[in-house]
């Protein structure tokens, strides 16, 4: 089993940026890829970006492409979304997930989620 807690949400203006934590414990992360997706009031959950946890390899949705940055850092079995140039349409509850063996923006192919982390952006 795998816990995930994120951190780092909050309010910021437009142009503005904010960086995202994922915490891990439980089970060792070795070939797991770790992902953020968003989730808009009346929306979907959205993908955002993914990582390979070993490799490094990443991923991003176009809509935050050349904007925001995933990394993980595997001391720590944190990841982290540094979200640059930030947008009103960027508001959205975030929330950090894991999955075994699997690699892309899917949600349902993830298997365990955080709680989620708030953030707003005004314009």
């Known amino acids: 089993q795998v816990q995930l807690v994120e951190s780092g949400g909050g309010l910021v203006q437009a142009g503005g940026s904010l960086r995202l934590s994922c915490a891990a414990s439980g089970r060792t992360f070795s070939g797991s890829t770790m992902g953020w997706f968003r989730q808009a009031p009346g929306k979907e959950r959205e993908f955002v970006a993914a990582?390979?946890?070993?490799?490094?390899?990443?991923y991003y949705s176009d809509s935050v492409k050349g904007r925001f940055t995933i990394s993980r850092e595997k001391v720590k079995n944190t990841g982290y979304l540094q979200m640059n140039s930030l947008k009103p349409e960027d508001t959205a509850l975030y929330y950090c997930?894991?999955?075994?063996?699997?690699?892309?923006?899917?949600?349902?192919?993830?298997?365990?989620w955080g709680q989620g982390t708030q953030v707003t952006v005004s314009s």
């Open positions: 997930a894991a999955a075994r063996a699997y690699w892309g923006p899917s949600r349902d192919r993830y298997d365990y």
């Open positions: 990582v390979t946890w070993s490799g490094g390899s990443t």
